[in-house]
Every structure is written in C-alpha cells, then in structure tokens.
C-alpha cells in the first residue's frame, strides 16, 4: 500500500512563495512517477506539474510554467513543489498523486493520492 503525506500549505500574499512537500510510503518510490494536481472550490481538479521515476524530465501546466518547480529525493521518498510568484488564481487545495507510469499528466493515470494540503493567495 502507497500511503502520501503533503505538507507546506499555508496562507501567502500575491508575489509571494511556498513550497510544499509530500512523503511518500513505498517499498521502492523510485517505480512511481509523482504528481501535482490542485483543485479548487467549485473547479475539477487540475494537473499541475509532474516528474518521472528519476527526476530527469518534468511536466508543467501552461499556468505555472516558470514558477513552479518540481522536484525529487528518492532517497528520502519525498518529491516537492516549489511554488514562486504566486498569484491569487493559485489558490487551491493541493494534491500529491504517485503513478506506476513513468510520467503522467493525466489525473485518470494517478494510482495513489494525497489528503490535500490548502494553498490560498491573498490579493
């Protein structure tokens, strides 16, 4: 069983930045691709950024190209969000999701979730 545990969430101003982490429970984490997904009230939940089971390619979402950056440790099973410049439409509730696929963008190729950590921006 894949547990994931997020982490960083919290209330920031427009500009500003967070960075939230997610451990993950796993024999091997290194077989998962992971992924950022958020959500938020009222919205479906949306991808984010994603990373392969190396670390070595990523994935961004159009919205957060250039100011969110993901990361890995798969020696201490935890992959990261940095999340700079952040605006108010960057508010959401934010999902770690791990995949037996390489890398994936799409939430329906997730296999394990988060609880979700909030992020809210204010203006």
């Known amino acids: 069983q894949v547990q994931l545990v997020e982490s960083g969430g919290g209330l920031v101003e427009t500009g500003g930045s967070l960075r939230l982490s997610c451990v993950v429970s796993a024999q091997i984490f290194s077989d998962y691709g992971m992924g950022w997904f958020r959500q938020a009230p009222g919205k479906e939940r949306e991808f984010v950024a994603a990373?392969?089971?190396?670390?070595?390619?990523?994935y961004y979402a159009d919205s957060v190209e250039g100011r969110f950056t993901i990361s890995r440790d798969n020696a201490k099973n935890t992959v990261s969000l940095q999340m700079d410049s952040l605006k108010s439409e960057d508010t959401a509730v934010y999902y770690c999701a791990a995949t037996v696929w390489q890398i994936e963008t799409s939430r329906l190729q997730y296999d394990y979730w988060g609880q979700g950590t909030q992020v809210t921006v204010s203006s």
């Open positions: 990373i392969d089971w190396n670390g070595e390619d990523t």
